[in-house]
């Protein structure tokens, strides 16, 4: 056996356990751990095929950004775990049925695929390569990239209108009137008379005398 091969089925091994341990880990927090331990085996298979820029996406995008978020999302949340777990094997028999089914359906995508598929040889260097798929994206797919760009940068501006709207329930000033803002209009000066000290304490006293006056 060969030192890549034996290298396939470490990772495989190891990415089939930690998925898992991802749904039966009874602490949401060692789940995510255990799901990115399978992100880390799939990018090492990745990177066994020679497609480096997936294995980088797959370490970068879901274990760096995705799983972060959330580890922090569980961790800040209170969740009564005891309560998740209740009746959890009541839905083994459906869980089951629904999983024969998606397995049963790809393996007939796979199988149908394999049968027309037509084995050609291709150079590995060409496989999974930053270089390539940049060639790619800005020759042949460069109307569906700015396409992309275009809905994403609409996404955007849509989620940021959509928080920053006018409600009811929070408060919005326009930074312009805030801007050309003056003293007279958040002050008003108003002149009281002065009132002595002395004065208020000598007729407190006199009160008090003619109180104690039997």
């Known amino acids: 056996m ?21 749904i039966t880990a009874r602490n949401p927090v060692h789940a995510a751990l255990f799901l990115v331990l399978a992100f880390f085996s799939a990018a090492g298979i990745w990177m ?26 569980v961790m800040m949340l209170d969740i009564d775990t005891d309560k998740m777990r209740e009746n959890f094997w009541g839905y083994l028999p459906i869980a089951s049925f629904v999983g024969v089914i998606i397995v049963l359906e790809m393996a007939a995508v796979l199988w149908r695929s394999f049968l027309s598929f037509d084995q050609q040889a291709v150079s590995a260097g060409n496989i999974g390569g930053t270089k390539e798929l940049g060639i790619l994206i800005f020759t042949k797919y460069v109307y ?57 304490d000598a007729a407190a006293a006199g009160s008090a005398e003619v109180k104690e006056t039997p």
């Open 144 to 200: 569906g990239f700015e396409i992309a760009a275009a809905i994403l940068l609409v996404a955007i501006v849509a989620a940021v209108a959509l928080t920053l709207r006018k409600r009811k329930d929070t408060k919005h000033f326009d930074p312009a009137d805030a801007v050309r803002v003056k003293r007279n209009d958040r002050l008003k000066i108003v002149k009281i008379d002065a009132v002595s000290s002395r004065g208020a």
């Open 48 to 73: 066994l095929l020679e497609a480096e820029f997936l294995a980088i996406v797959l370490v970068l995008v879901y274990v760096g950004a995705v799983m972060v978020l959330f580890l922090f999302v």
């Open 2 to 22: 060969e030192f890549k091969t034996a290298l396939f089925y470490a990772f495989s091994a190891i990415m089939v356990l930690a998925a898992t341990r991802v």
